[in-house]
């Protein structure tokens, strides 16, 4: 079973940046570099939805509307982890952030929150105007 934990949230002032970072550990039976990785984010009473997907093939990065230009997921395959660099932050960005995986390499769209079998445990992230 594939364990996912996230670190970096916290708040910050609109205009600034902050980065979280999400580390895999325990076995799959496949290397992290084909893992397919992903970020969602979820407020209160909102479904979960989809920030940015990072797929092993090719490397291919998909991104949200709502943050493209602003964040950028990228991963370090020997350090089994996978980041989300978070540029010019405002308030409509506050939410709990998601580390997703998929492990197996399915065949449900990157953007989609089926496609992802292990989740990590959420990190606050508060933007203040």
């Known amino acids: 079973q594939v364990q996912l934990v996230e670190s970096g949230g916290g708040l910050v002032q609109a205009g600034n940046s902050l980065r979280l970072s999400c580390t895999a550990s325990a076995a799959s039976g496949r290397p992290f570099s084909a893992f397919e990785m992903a970020w969602f984010r979820q407020t209160p009473g909102k479904d979960r939805e989809f920030v940015a997907a990072?797929?092993?093939?090719?490397?291919?990065?998909y991104y949200a509307d709502s943050v493209k230009g602003r964040f950028t997921i990228s991963r370090d395959n020997a350090k089994n982890t996978v980041y989300l660099q978070m540029n010019s932050l405002n308030p409509e960005d506050t939410a709990v952030y998601y580390c997703?995986?998929?492990?197996?390499?399915?065949?449900?769209?990157?953007?989609?929150?089926?496609?992802?079998?292990?989740w990590g445990q959420g990190s606050q992230v508060t933007v203040s105007s």
């Open positions: 997703a995986a998929d492990p197996m390499g399915n065949a449900y769209l990157p953007t989609a929150r089926r496609k992802y079998t292990n």
């Open positions: 990072h797929t092993w093939r090719g490397g291919r990065t």
